[in-house]
Every structure is written in C-alpha cells, then in structure tokens.
C-alpha cells in the first residue's frame, strides 16, 4: 500500500504517523518526508521549515518504535529524510490460514518462520540477499 499525505501551513503530516502505523499493521514500513514548499510565520516571513527534524523516528511513538528495527537514510541539506522498519517478532499465527500453528510440526514452524523472516529481510533490504 501506498499512502501519500500533505498538508500546508503549520501542521507537519509527521504527526499523524503514529495513526498510520496503527491502522495497518504492516510488518515492513517505507517512510519517505520531503520539505517541498514554505509557509509563512505570523508575521508574514516565508518559513522553508517550521518545525525540527533530524529523523522521521523522532515523531513515531516509542512504544510503536520499540515492536520495529528502523534505520534512517536521510539527505539533510535536500530537507530528505527515509525511514525503513521492520517487525521485530514475527506471530507465525499471523501469517496461517485455516491452521493453527501448534497443529504443524516443531520443525516445520521453525522452516516457515525462517522463510518469512527471509521474505522480511530481503523486502527491507530491496535486494535478494539468500
């Protein structure tokens, strides 16, 4: 899925990241933030960026953060800033249609939950890595 949000003036579309994350429960997440306008103070000055940023994380909460490995690749002096994560723990129920996990075999859990996590990795990643 992509989602694009916008806003204008003085409300940073970074605040409603959190919502986002929540709403879809997506186990590998692309956050990509571009200044690409200004907006004016209240006393009429152009204003390229009216809030701090050093990192997309820096708006999502901790508790949301801390279920994800995220990493930063940002471009500081283009005001671009990209945020990958990816689900810590994989719920092997959460990826089983008409079965229960406890119905399949130990070793057979173990050989799905590693093919996801390959899945996972190389989709993070944007490259065949096994």
């Known amino acids: 899925m992509d989602i694009d949000v916008a806003t204008?003036?003085?409300?940073?579309?970074?605040?409603?990241?959190?919502?986002?994350?929540?709403?879809?429960?997506?186990?590998?997440?692309?956050?990509d933030y571009k200044v690409r306008g200004f907006t004016r103070d209240e006393?009429?000055?152009?204003?390229?960026?009216?809030?701090?940023i050093t990192s997309i994380?820096?708006?999502?909460?901790?508790?949301?953060?801390?279920?994800?490995d995220a990493v930063d690749v940002n471009v500081y002096q283009s005001n671009i800033f990209h945020t990958k994560m990816m689900i810590n723990e994989i719920v092997l129920q959460n990826y089983l249609f008409n079965t229960?996990?406890?119905?399949?075999?130990?070793?057979?859990?173990?050989?799905?939950?590693?093919?996801?996590?390959?899945?996972?990795?190389?989709?993070f990643s944007g490259m065949n890595i096994f």
Not at 15 to 31: P, R
Not at 45 to 51: I, N
Not at 107 to 123: W, Y
């Open 100 to 123: 229960d996990t406890y119905e399949l075999p130990p070793k057979h859990r173990l050989e799905i939950s590693d093919a996801l996590r390959k899945e996972m990795i190389e989709i």
């Open 43 to 52: 006393h009429g000055r152009k204003l390229f960026m009216d809030h701090d």
């Open 57 to 68: 994380q820096d708006y999502i909460d901790r508790k949301t953060l801390e279920r994800y």
């Open 8 to 31: 204008c003036g003085q409300i940073t579309p970074l605040k409603s990241l959190d919502y986002l994350i929540g709403s879809f429960d997506s186990d590998i997440i692309t956050i």
